[in-house]
């Protein structure tokens, strides 16, 4: 986890922070809305593509909790993680219909070019500052991106965070932006890592 500022961006050895489930629970009530909206539109339950997870992932441990809790099925989803043989740029992952995930911080603008070109929506989270990034906000202009900032800077390894992360959505979010509350900021007593760090 970066400790300063100039450590926030550089590469980390497995350019991954996995993401807790503070930060993943926030956006079920968006998918859940966007699903039902989904349905109505086409009859159907959307296939959610989640391609930087395994099954320890907390995005995929929630959606499919929330498949089995719900008496009617909100969406089906779809995984994989390039340490499986899924690479998201060479992986034929089929039909899909929203992409929710944390891409590896070097790959996001090579990530969000793929996607915009797909014109599906996402929901992808990454660190505010890389907003900050010329080839980034350059992506963006014109592109009129949705974005879900929160009102803590949320750990991924129980130490206090330099930078906070947000979702940067595309035709997923009721508003253009939104800032919502998150109850701690995963450190301390409230420090619960993702169990992707002991997936490998």
């Not at 400790?3 to 961006?9: E, L, P, T, V, Y």
């Not at 992808?124 to 009129?144: D, K, P, Q, S, T």
């Not at 932006?177 to 490998?200: I, Q, W």
Request: proline share 7%; with cysteine.
């Amino acid at each position: 986890m970066a400790k300063s500022i100039n450590q926030a961006f550089r590469k980390i050895k497995s350019d991954e922070l996995y993401t807790p489930s503070v930060l993943v629970a926030p956006i079920v009530p968006h998918a859940t809305e966007w699903a039902s909206r989904f349905k109505l539109k086409h009859g159907r339950v959307p296939v959610v593509l989640m391609p930087f997870d395994t099954g320890k992932s907390e995005f995929v441990r929630m959606f499919s909790d929330c498949l089995r809790e719900s008496g009617n099925p909100l969406w089906s989803v779809k995984f994989g993680h390039i340490e499986t043989g899924q690479d998201f740029f060479t992986h034929d992952y089929g039909d899909w219909d929203i992409c929710i995930s944390n891409p590896p911080f070097s790959k996001k603008l090579s990530v969000f070019e793929a996607l915009d070109l797909t014109g599906k929506p996402y929901a992808m989270v990454m660190n505010c500052m890389a907003l900050n990034y010329h080839e980034i906000i350059n992506h963006f202009c014109g592109r009129e991106p949705q974005i879900l900032f929160f009102n803590k800077r949320v750990s991924y390894d129980g130490n206090s965070s330099s930078f906070g992360s947000c979702y940067v959505c595309r035709d997923f979010l009721p508003k253009q932006m939104l800032c919502e509350p998150l109850p701690h900021n995963n450190t301390g007593r409230y420090f619960v890592p993702s169990d992707m760090y002991g997936a490998k």
